[in-house]
């Protein structure tokens, strides 16, 4: 079982809905990210927290909004998604805050796999 | 020229096979790298850390080679259950972000 959890596995949504993904770890790791993958792909960079601070933000649409209430929670809040944002949406955390010297190795959650209508 | 860069594959190999692969980076400034496995449809997971003395773990050897700005990974004596993509991931640069490599996928044929 993976440490990081990602809940819902699978979402299905039109383009005017609003939904959320969720993101949770218990390892006391303070840096988390938001990372999205089309198949055949390798993970894109979306958002990166460090000590429930955004620190990074790869220019990404403002329909994903970011969120991190507290060290052990992520979430991504999604409105008006287009087709083409239809993907595997994975959380990951790191022992390290993002921007420190020395490695970061990255847990990832199981994903949640979005299709958009 | 991307800065983190793979051979995609696939790589179709029989069992008990020796394969490797290598990941180049363009970033000469970059500090940390690794070895991650991503099976289809699953989250990639940490395979192994590269360190500048190359290291091993069982049939899996990794190694640095920072003149050449590349990385390897060596798998000896292939099982079918080693069928993946490798990513190999590099940490450097001014903003420290991990990059991820195009992914290798390996087929390793009964």
């Known amino acids: 079982d993976t440490e990081v959890t990602q809940t819902p596995k699978h979402l299905v949504m039109g383009m005017t809905n609003k939904k959320s993904l969720k993101c949770e770890q218990h390892?006391?790791?303070?840096?988390m990210y938001w990372y999205k993958q089309k198949a055949k792909k390798p993970p894109e960079l979306m958002f990166v927290?460090?000590?429930?601070?955004?620190?990074i933000n790869e220019s990404v649409p403002s329909r994903f909004s970011p969120e991190c209430p507290n060290s052990s929670l992520l979430n991504l809040h999604l409105h008006a998604l287009q087709p083409e944002d239809s993907a595997l949406y994975l959380c990951a955390s790191s022992q390290d805050g993002a921007g420190k010297g020395g490695a970061n190795v990255l847990t990832f959650g199981a994903g949640s796999r979005l299709t958009v209508l | 020229r991307k800065e983190v860069e793979q051979d995609p594959g696939p790589f179709n190999v029989p069992e008990g096979a020796t394969v490797a692969f290598n990941c180049t980076y363009s970033?000469?400034?970059?500090?940390?790298f690794f070895w991650y496995r991503q099976d289809c449809r699953k989250e990639p997971k940490l395979l192994m850390s590269?360190?500048?003395s190359g290291n091993e773990d069982g049939r899996f050897t990794a190694q640095l080679n920072r003149a050449s700005q590349y990385i390897s990974l060596l798998i000896r004596d292939s099982k079918l259950s080693d069928s993946a993509t490798y990513l190999c991931v590099v940490i450097g640069g001014a903003t420290n972000k991990l990059i991820f490599g195009t992914g290798t996928l390996l087929a390793v044929q009964p």
């Open positions: 590269v360190y500048s």
């Open positions: 970033n000469s400034a970059s500090q940390s």
């Open positions: 927290y460090s000590y429930e601070k955004l620190s």
């Open positions: 390892m006391g790791h303070r840096a």
